[in-house]
């Protein structure tokens, strides 16, 4: 049985071919050249991050709670009340800017936004701080095109002090539509009538509840029959 060929590749031809490799880089070289430009991330910071990758929201296949949550910080919660003093007066003639009283954990957005809706104003710049007794207050500054002093005037506000040993509260009375809300904050209670006394009611308060849920009742109770008074003389 005669052997098997054995099919070899020639040595002599992948030589040729390697230098025929060789020989056109080498033109290439001498007609291009052999330095490139290379293409280099442009880097403003000097911190790295990794990527953001894709987050996809929540799509949950039933409601975890039953109910929804009440607004934690709705407008009437965030203005506590407005500051009537000397020096807010000369703010407000001087510089167009209001002052007011607010909760300690509302920020400047929920503030403008606050503002806005109680007043019908957008505001121009808005600047908290936080009193020495804890309290913050906020400056309000409005557009040049609208008077500070006329919103001032125009809320009409009715501010009673009644003194109590559970916090302070603030009732906005607006037509036939009433919102209690009581903040932790060590002060006079402040009832706060808007619009004026005329449309007041004083037999819907003691539908609003009482205190904390306290067993105790709201001593802002104890102003109606002054409330009264005031209402029929037509303040």
Known sequence: ???????????????????????????????????SKTQRRVRTSATFHRPKTLRLSRKPKYPRTSVPHAPRMDAYRTLIRPLNTESAMKKIEDNNTLLFIVDLKANKRQIAAAVKKLYDVTPLRVNTLIRPDGIKKAFVRLTPDVDALDIANKGDRLVLPVHSD????????????????SNQIYDPICLTVDPPLRSFQPTLLP??????????PCPIFETLNYLDALSKNDL
């Open 207 to 216: 539908q609003l509840g009482r205190i904390s849920n306290s067993p105790r």
């Open 1 to 35: 049985m005669p052997p098997k060929s054995s099919t070899k590749a020639d040595p002599k031809a992948s030589t040729a071919k390697t230098q025929v490799t060789k020989a056109k880089s080498a033109k290439k070289a001498v007609v291009k050249g052999t330095s």
């Open 166 to 181: 559970r916090g302070s509260a603030s009732m906005h009375c607006n037509d036939d539509s009433y919102s209690y809300m």
